[in-house]
């Protein structure tokens, strides 16, 4: 089967997603200063967006695998692209957090129907996990230019300016340019319809078999202990994400296009890890990698913050008066860069091919309630504490997610008849 055409628009769908996604930490910031709402009810965008994924990726997982992959993309890339040339027309608090329901919603179409395609266009897991880093790399990617995309249109003399909507016009373009490309490139489902459960009749039937089939891989030991990691990275990565423009404008006192713009640097970390893993990750042991990436996160943080509080009082005006301090903190980006692709990679391409578009399923719905509770937690200590705290508070999830590793790994080495399932659902 030709691929190239298929890698470019998930390749596409996965950088305009990446847009969407975390530009939540800007809007954050910018809610508050347009509708001078308070961090924690700020916050609440977060949820909106990750509970949406963590429900949609429930529900329309056996949508998904009887109307097909490229069906469901091809749905998602059509609400996303109506909802944003929506939103500037109506700019109120509620408006944006019904934006970010809608993305989730599609979020979760296009990632489960990823997953199931790259299962279908990769033929191992090394190659699947290259192919995986390449793909988050491109999400990276639209992260980064996303921080640009907003942050021109942010007015920092201006808080009231409605300026900053208009951006959604740009995202409604590109969502349509995507969906176009989409249409024209081929992809071969003919896989995952044959080996779906009862011999491809759930491509035809009521969803019960697939969510039955979904629940039952929640059976195995090695996925319980894959969605716990899952679970914890996610927390670290949304709540350092989601928030780290506001910490950059309240605890470093930087512009809100400055704090917006360093917190692209973020995102570009995030990039350059992934596409490294992705150029090396078959010569490497998974992980040996995922161990000191890890731990240097965890030596970072306890090494930027008290920078950060030193020069935390001062006024800053220009890049020129930026402190270095500032620069640290989006490192994080490429140290824990290569820790979910790599995961999701291992546990997909150890499933069968018709069962990994369940698996990614369970992967949008652990993700999403992970990245919803950090970013909680993280606008809660923000609100009623400070923001260094805030951000010390990873430390803690970054232990457990140690400690998750190595049962994964221990799980996942056991021979197959102690793998045997914890229970049995059944509808």
């Known amino acids: 089967m030709r691929t190239t055409r298929i890698k470019i628009s998930i390749f596409v769908n996965y950088f305009l997603f990446g847009i ?96 199931g395609t790259i299962g279908l266009i990769t033929s191992s897991e090394k190659e699947h996990i290259s192919v995986m880093n390449f793909i988050e790399s491109f999400f990276c990617v639209g992260i980064f230019l996303g921080y640009f995309l907003f942050s021109h249109f942010i007015d920092d003399r201006d808080a009231g300016s409605e300026r900053w909507f208009q951006v959604y016009f740009v995202l409604g373009a590109l969502a349509a340019g995507a969906f176009v490309y989409l249409w024209l490139a081929p992809l071969d489902e003919s896989e995952a319809r044959a080996g779906a459960a009862g011999g491809g009749r759930a491509w035809a039937e009521p969803g019960g078999a697939e969510w039955n089939a979904m629940l039952k891989l929640l059976a195995l030991p090695t996925v319980v202990s894959f969605v716990v990691c899952a679970f914890l990275y996610v927390l670290i990565e949304q709540s350092t994400m989601s928030w780290l423009p506001t910490f950059n404008n309240k605890v470093l006192n930087l512009p809100s296009t400055i704090s917006v713009d360093i917190t692209s640097l973020l995102a570009a970390a995030y990039a350059a890890g992934r596409l490294l893993v992705g150029l090396v ?28 509080e030193r020069v935390s009082g001062l006024a800053v005006h220009s890049w020129a008066q930026v402190p270095p301090a500032a620069f640290l903190l989006p490192l994080i980006g490429f140290l824990l860069a290569p820790v979910f692709p790599v995961l999701n990679s291992i546990i997909l391409s150890s499933l069968p091919k018709h069962k990994q578009g369940y698996m990614g399923g369970l992967i949008g719905i652990f993700a999403a309630l992970g ?19 805030a951000f010390y508070f990873s430390l803690l999830p970054i232990t457990l997610l140690l400690a998750g590793l190595f049962v994964f790994r221990q799980v996942r080495s056991r021979p197959a008849r102690k793998a045997a399932p914890f229970v049995q659902f059944e509808f």
């Open 20 to 115: 969407l996604l975390n530009s939540v930490g800007t809007v954050i910031l910018q809610v508050q200063r347009y509708f001078k709402v308070l961090p924690a009810r700020a916050s609440l965008l977060e949820a909106c967006k990750d509970l949406s994924i963590a429900v949609a990726a429930f529900l329309v997982t056996s949508l998904i695998t009887r109307v097909g992959y490229k069906r469901s993309m091809l749905a998602a890339l059509a609400l996303i692209a109506l909802t944003c040339c929506t939103i500037p027309l109506i700019h109120t608090f509620p408006s944006v957090g019904v934006l970010f329901i809608v993305t989730g919603i599609c979020f979760a179409l296009v990632r489960v129907s990823v997953y």
């Open 281 to 308: 990750i078959r010569r490497l042991n998974w992980f040996l990698v995922l161990v000191v990436c890890l731990l240097a996160t965890a030596a970072l943080v306890l090494v930027a913050l008290p920078l950060v």
């Open 371 to 389: 990245g919803t509770l950090g970013s909680r937690i993280t606008g809660l200590i923000f609100q009623y504490h400070n923001g260094l705290t």
